[in-house]
């Protein structure tokens, strides 16, 4: 079991100091604590990461419009080359 980069023997050995600085009747709120503050902050993280990937889908698909429309904008701008094309250059014989 390796939990944050700890390994078994080393959480028991934690634990015994937390239980002999604590002792046993303060070991279960501070347990409580730590367990709040850590789902407040996985809460918080991944409510950041929802944000962080909405923008970065919003900011592609902005540059995905602009690409579109200077794409549309330049074949606009652009002179119809069907009718200067070809063996007549458009001109009627």
Do not use: H, Q, W
């Not at 407040?40 to 900011?59: G, P, Q, V, Y």
């Not at 902005?62 to 549309?72: A, E, F, H, W, Y």
């Not at 701008?77 to 007549?88: F, I, L, R």
Request: charge should be neutral.
């Amino acid at each position: 079991m390796d939990l944050f980069g700890i390994g078994f023997g080393e959480l028991i050995l934690i634990l015994l100091v937390a239980l002999i600085v604590f002792g046993p009747g303060r070991l279960p709120e501070i347990a409580r604590t730590i367990s709040r503050v850590y789902r407040n902050l996985s809460r918080t993280s991944s409510e950041f990461t929802t944000a962080m990937k909405k923008e970065i889908d919003l900011d592609e698909k902005d540059r995905g419009l602009k690409n579109l429309t200077s794409k549309l904008s330049e074949k606009k701008n652009k002179p119809d080359e069907e009718n200067t094309s070809g063996p007549d250059n458009g001109k009627d014989t």
